[in-house]
């Protein structure tokens, strides 16, 4: 069964930095794409960052480029994503999502598996 289990996240205030970690288990890391995506309430999931198989390539949102990184190790099967100079509009549960499409894609509806979420606030 797959599992995608993400941690890191919490309360910091602006201009502050967090870590979330993605855990995957249940399927071979290594064939998928990982992407972090945002949901705030009131307002669709969207699209924060992706990286390729082999962390080659990494692509992110505007809103956050910059600021957010995104990372994964293969041996660990793990997907990280460095979140610094956070702000509060920043704030909302992120879920780690994988994709096993060849191609990067930033669409919710493109990923086959999804993490239960973790809350990021960012507060001022």
């Known amino acids: 069964q797959v599992q995608l289990v993400e941690s890191g996240g919490g309360l910091v205030q602006t201009g502050g930095s967090l870590r979330l970690s993605c855990a995957a288990s249940?399927?071979?890391?290594?064939?998928?794409?990982m992407g972090w995506f945002r949901q705030a309430p009131g307002k669709e999931r969207e699209f924060v960052a992706a990286i390729t198989r082999s962390g080659s390539n990494a692509y992110y949102a505007d809103s956050v480029k910059g600021r957010f990184t995104i990372s994964r190790d293969n041996a660990k099967n793990t997907a990280n994503l460095q979140m610094n100079n956070l702000k509060p509009d920043d704030t909302a549960v992120y879920y780690c999502a994988a994709d096993a499409a060849r191609t990067v894609y930033t669409g919710t509806i493109f990923y086959d598996y999804w993490g239960q979420g973790t809350q990021v606030t960012v507060s001022s």
């Open positions: 249940g399927l071979t890391f290594s064939a998928y794409t």
